[in-house]
């Protein structure tokens, strides 16, 4: 059963880092790699430093806030 959510974990990882990869749009780009974080924090948490995944749970959000603050901004100001 480990192995079945490793591997299904890593398949997330996968999709979300393929996925920013190919995205052009910067909030679907945000969007993927929140896919990509959330599969990334079980291997964190599995290696036993749960001081660095609650620092990345807190982290991420707070990145993902501002860099859409950014991108909303540079949109506004090209149109």
Request: avoid cysteine.
């Amino acid at each position: 059963m480990i192995e079945f959510l490793t591997a299904t974990l890593a398949a997330i990882v996968l999709a979300g880092a393929i996925a920013t990869a190919w995205v052009r749009d910067p909030f679907s780009k945000l969007i993927a790699l929140g896919v990509m974080i959330g599969g990334v924090i079980p291997f964190i948490v599995a290696r036993g430093y749960l001081d660095v995944a609650i620092a990345v749970s807190l982290i991420a959000p707070i990145a993902t806030i501002f860099v859409l603050l950014i991108a909303g901004r540079r949109d506004f100001y090209d149109a």
